[in-house]
């Protein structure tokens, strides 16, 4: 809903939720007045590195968050760190980043832009999108030694990764010093009337507070959202940790995966993913009123039609009903709708029957033959149902079969 210049306190209420902090409140409350006397737009960074390829739910939180900015009437300003990426944030790091190539940067900022999209308004009016390089690539050395000379080692020193490394004897390289004060100066460049972040972000955006003040600028707002736990319940989403769920999974994977979430963490995910009202959240977390498994049931509802639009959310929900909750009741095997078919060339078919790890991966279910035998060994591959047990054995195989990995991924086979 599009509320442009609403009420301060109506304002508020929609972009306080869910926050960890807000540095400080009450000059978030005195720029929205004066934003809505003015009929003036307050300007919301928030900073993207593209040293990954792709995002997910977590990076959702902090972009809807600018999206309720953007609906307010507000002007999101989406800095895509091209050149801080050559770095890496060192934020909750135990060791320095490797370099990126400039290519790898490029491909990996043009794939954030995109997915960003799936949350952000990107019409023009609504959206400014800047790289920093633009800034920080014209600087000279003598600029570098300046805006290095705001700080102290003291300063850098009192961030807990620092410290812990420094402590520990961990190399800390001095580039790394310099990361703050580049995210900084983003604010400075773009003159930044509140800043976004996650937890982790927390010290890199109060320095771009004390940067503005040096600038004689008013200095930024800094509004601060908790880390998104993973699927496991307990660390936060990542990919590398396997426990996320991307914004371009299908509708199928997105709702499964949503329903394998910790009833604990249900809360959490309904107040930082969805638009819910908090009066009907507690309601559907709370176990008197509402049963768990109708809970999640919910939430996947919800976060799968923000990406997808109910009907596709809708028929992910009766997929994943008929598949766990129908197999519970009859025993009998259902497949979504929307299987991939795979056809198997004949050559890798001798009468009727297929090597076990040709066949895993020829549907795509692994990138190697070793990564195949370690997920037959684990149970993780099933045909028509059934478990297939040998990875070095063959598998009989005729036209429409059913080739599962795990819970949620199928393909039906074609055999010509």
């Known amino acids: 809903m599009v509320m442009p210049f609403a009420s301060v306190d109506e304002q508020l209420a929609v972009l306080t939720r869910g926050c960890e902090r807000i540095d400080t409140l009450d000059e978030l409350r005195g720029k929205l007045e ?18 990954a390829p792709d995002i997910h739910l977590g ?23 091209d050149y801080t990426a ?36 990107v019409s023009p009016e609504k959206l400014e999108v800047r790289y920093n390089s633009e800034w920080l690539g014209t600087l000279s050395f003598a600029d570098v030694i300046r805006l290095a ?7 850098m020193l009192k961030r807990e990764d620092f410290r812990n490394r420094f402590e520990k004897e961990i190399p800390i390289g001095v580039h790394e010093f310099l990361y703050p004060l580049m995210q900084g100066y983003d604010s400075v460049m773009i003159k930044a009337d509140l800043e976004l972040g996650g937890t982790d972000q927390t010290f890199n955006n109060l320095v ?8 004689g ?59 819910m009202p908090t009066d009907e959240i507690r309601q559907v977390v709370d176990p008197r ?29 009766r997929e994943w009903e008929a598949i766990h909750q129908k197999k519970a009741a009859t025993g009998e095997m259902v497949v979504p709708a929307d299987t991939p078919v ?15 790890i040709k066949l895993v991966v020829k549907a795509g279910f692994a990138s190697s033959n070793s990564d195949a035998r370690r997920l037959i060994d684990e149970g993780g591959i099933r045909l028509n149902g059934e478990a297939v047990k040998d990875p070095l054995g063959s598998v009989a195989v005729k036209d429409g079969d059913v080739l599962q990995r795990g819970k949620r991924k199928f393909v039906r086979l074609a055999v010509r």
């Open 217 to 275: 600028q008013e200095p930024q707002v800094v509004m601060i959202m908790p880390i998104l736990v993973g699927l496991d319940g307990q660390q936060k989403m990542s990919k590398s940790l396997g426990n996320y769920v991307g914004v371009t999974d299908s509708p199928h994977d997105m709702f499964g995966k949503l329903m394998s979430v910790p009833d604990e963490c249900v809360l959490n995910y309904l107040t930082l993913l969805t638009s």
């Open 342 to 356: 795979v056809e198997l060339p004949p050559n890798i078919i001798t009468d009727g029957q297929v090597p076990a």
């Open 289 to 317: 009123q509402t049963h768990p498994m109708e809970a999640k049931k919910r939430l996947a509802l919800e976060v799968t039609a923000g990406f997808h639009g109910l009907e596709s959310a809708q028929q992910a929900q």
């Open 59 to 81: 990076h959702t939180v902090v972009l809807r968050k600018m999206r309720q900015f953007q609906d307010l009437g507000h002007k999101a300003v989406l800095i895509i760190g």
């Open 208 to 215: 771009g507070r004390d940067l503005q003040k040096a600038a």
């Open 149 to 155: 000379g705001q700080m102290t080692v003291g300063q």
């Open 86 to 121: 050559m770095i890496g944030d060192p934020s909750g790091r135990s060791k320095t980043r490797p370099v990126l190539a400039p290519e790898q940067i490029r491909q990996n900022a043009q794939t954030y832009f995109d997915q960003a999209g799936h949350v952000l308004d």
């Open 34 to 51: 004066r934003s809505r006397a003015a009929n003036a737009p307050l300007r919301i960074k928030l900073g993207l590195d593209p040293t």
